[in-house]
T-cell receptor, first 117, second 111 residues
């Protein structure tokens, strides 16, 4: 597609349920990033993928959070046993390559607004 | 000390004026710097990136980088009300593949 696509755009669920968020990066982009943005806050890094591997998982808040990427394309972020503090906008970004001298710009999707009741 | 710091604002400027947004970073070895614009309720949109010391101009936008002083700035000339948004500074460190974002500066351009 033309841009990064995320689904669903909105998700409301009850505390304790599991949720799965999807990100489809720009075609040809090998790097994929997940961020979280709480109301009025900056972007919090969660995890990134280079191809299908995740060299840096340091931002995942707890073991309830996991992510995978298959086929070097679509990624899913799963939150198990959701808590109210998980409510936020979850943003996905992709770039042509990871890091590199010069740093390839990251392009963001529209995000998934997650609300935990 | 935060890795990337920005004044939260709001920065209020009249239409037609120059808006100056500043960002400082702590990792002296950082190499790549990005400015994103985020409208309320929307995702960040890349405005500019800069890698080398000095100025980089793109239309009404100029990014300025001073690695010795560890700051990067964004100038918006002829500010328009449509420029009203939060501007996020992001820095890529030397030994990392992830961007570190500041908390953003809210810009208000009034007619």
């Amino acid at each position: 597609g033309a841009g990064v696509s995320q689904s669903p755009s909105n998700k409301v669920t009850e505390k304790g349920k599991d949720v799965e968020l999807r990100c489809d990066p720009i075609s040809g982009h090998t790097a994929l990033y997940w961020y979280r943005q709480s109301l009025g806050q900056g972007l919090e890094f969660l995890i990134y993928f280079q191809g299908n591997s995740a060299p840096d998982k340091s931002g995942l808040p707890s073991d309830r959070f996991s992510a995978e990427r298959t086929g070097g394309s679509v990624s899913t972020l799963t939150i198990q046993r959701t808590q109210q503090e998980d409510s936020a906008v979850y943003l996905c970004a992709s770039s042509l390559v990871v890091g590199q001298i010069g740093g390839e710009p990251q392009h963001f999707g529209d995000g998934t607004r997650l609300s935990i009741l | 000390q935060k890795e990337v710091e920005q004044n939260s604002g709001p920065l209020s400027v009249p239409e037609g004026a120059i808006a100056s947004l500043n960002c400082t970073y702590s990792d002296r070895g950082s190499q790549s710097f990005f400015w994103y614009r985020q409208y309320s309720g929307k995702s960040p949109e890349l405005i500019m990136f800069i890698y080398s010391n000095g100025d980089k101009e793109d239309g009404r936008f100029t990014a300025q980088l001073n690695k010795a002083s560890q700051y990067v700035s964004l100038l918006i000339r002829d500010s328009q009300p449509s420029d009203s948004a939060t501007y996020l500074c992001a820095v890529l460190g030397p030994n990392t593949d992830k961007l570190i974002f500041g908390t953003g500066t809210r810009l208000q351009v009034f007619p």
